[in-house]
């Protein structure tokens, strides 16, 4: 039988390297940014460590029985460079688990930024090494090629989607976000605007934030949401293709606790869908050839998946944050030509998206968001941190003779 509709469920796996108190007395005697002491909240291994054990590890043995269970069940996740090495390092048990659920062949990875960078906006170079970066190693670890791409953050524009399209990528994801999608519909494929073959994806926000962000809210009209609940809100829109559920890999054990029931909603989910016939699951780059394009999508403003906006002031919106991405892409040219990994690769750990968002002012609706998120009590110590860890790099350049 001809499945007329499909689940795409897209799952994002990544943990930054945290910056550890790192003051102006560090500056050019300490070169270890990343080495926070046991304990506390910027400690990388401990972090990964806790998340590994409160949702990678128990998911991933839910995708395990799910996909034993249901034999049309699969999904499309992105890991980035960044949490692989963790796990590589500081919880080899966790990689061992998405390796089981990849070699099933009924998972897809998507690429992205090996450093989860903001780097398409400000180094094209820079963004094409990183992008190479993450598939090399994707290749290692997993023994896979990606065919579909995602951009830090979900951030999309025509030009993201156009590079894309160049480098023979199948499919794009994107914010299905209201003024960006106008009249359409995020549960179809789309073409987007100035490209020949790729596909674009969009995300179904309303029913992946039901799950995300609003599960165990009990404040929320809608609590408790029971599997069967949300069946008849993706059955509302029974005559559209598609339900692009994107969300971060944390949803499942860190973002939303164990005994909030999210486990149990996650292994319902295939058997609940599938009842219907006609229904099944896709990867991102099944979907994006499954089903013909029903129009253009055109964004020339970037769009991402987070907070109100869905813009990049999550990221960019104050002083502080252009002004320290600005000057640490200003050292890429001596930075590279050094020639030093050691120093490369610590200044591509600074690039990660995370560390602007910690230096985020926002107070209004996502102020609690960006603080939950955050290790540092402030924006501003988020801030002293980076900014100190800038000037020693600057610092090590200039011991080797550059002009910075």
């Known amino acids: 039988m001809t499945k007329s509709r499909a689940i795409v469920l897209y799952?994002?796996?990544?943990?930054?390297?945290?910056?550890?108190?790192?003051?102006?007395?560090?500056?050019?005697?300490?070169?270890?940014?990343?080495?926070?002491?046991?304990?506390?909240?910027?400690?990388?291994?401990?972090?990964?460590?806790?998340?590994?054990?409160?949702?990678y590890i128990p998911t991933n043995e839910r995708l395990m029985r799910m996909i034993e269970a249901h034999?049309?069940?699969?999904?499309?996740?992105?890991?980035?460079?960044?949490?692989?090495?963790?796990?590589?390092n500081y919880c080899p048990e966790a990689l061992e688990s998405f390796k089981r659920v990849i070699a099933t062949g009924r998972v897809e990875i998507v690429a992205e930024t090996y450093h989860h960078s903001l780097a398409f906006f400000y180094s094209r170079t820079e963004f094409e090494a990183q992008v190479k970066m993450h598939a090399d190693k994707v290749q290692q670890l997993f023994g896979v090629t990606p065919t579909a791409f995602r951009n830090t953050e979900l951030s999309y524009n025509n030009d993201v989607a156009k590079w894309a399209d160049n480098a023979s990528y199948k499919a794009i994801l994107c914010e299905g976000w209201d003024p960006v999608m106008g009249w359409r519909s995020p549960n179809f494929v789309y073409r987007p605007s100035g490209t020949k073959d790729i596909r674009v994806l969009t995300k179904n926000y309303k029913l992946s934030d039901d799950i995300a962000f609003r599960f165990s809210n009990r404040s929320w009209e809608e609590f408790p949401l029971t599997t069967d609940k949300f069946m008849d809100w993706a059955n509302a829109s029974w005559d559209q293709p598609l339900l692009n559920l994107f969300m971060d890999y944390?949803?499942?054990?860190?973002?939303?606790?164990?005994?909030?029931?999210?486990?149990?909603?996650?292994?319902?989910?295939?058997?609940?869908?599938?009842?219907?016939?006609?229904?099944?699951?896709?990867t991102v780059t099944e979907a994006s050839t499954a089903f013909d394009a029903v129009d253009y999508l055109d964004v020339p403003q970037t769009t991402t998946w987070a907070d109100t906006e869905r813009d990049l002031t999550a990221w960019l919106g104050n002083r502080m944050q252009q002004g320290s991405i600005g000057a640490l892409y200003d050292l890429e040219q001596q930075v590279v030509s050094s020639g030093d990994l050691q120093l490369i690769e610590d200044w591509r750990k600074l690039q990660a998206s995370d560390n602007f968002y910690y230096m985020c002012t926002k107070w209004w609706s996502d102020g609690d968001v960006h603080a939950y998120f955050s290790p540092y009590d402030t924006p501003y110590i988020a801030y002293m941190n980076f900014i100190n860890a800038y000037h020693d790099i600057k610092f090590r350049l200039m011991e080797k003779g550059a002009e910075v």
């Open 250 to 282: 944390e949803t499942f054990g860190e973002h939303q606790w164990e005994d909030s029931g999210i486990f149990d909603f996650l292994e319902h989910l295939p058997t609940a869908w599938l009842r219907n016939p006609e229904h099944t699951f896709m």
């Open 11 to 55: 799952l994002h796996v990544h943990q930054p390297y945290r910056i550890r108190h790192y003051t102006i007395f560090d500056t050019g005697s300490a070169h270890n940014y990343f080495d926070a002491p046991s304990g506390s909240r910027e400690n990388n291994a401990d972090v990964a460590r806790k998340v590994a054990y409160k949702s």
């Open 71 to 88: 034999p049309e069940f699969r999904l499309s996740m992105s890991i980035t460079g960044t949490i692989l090495e963790q796990l590589e």
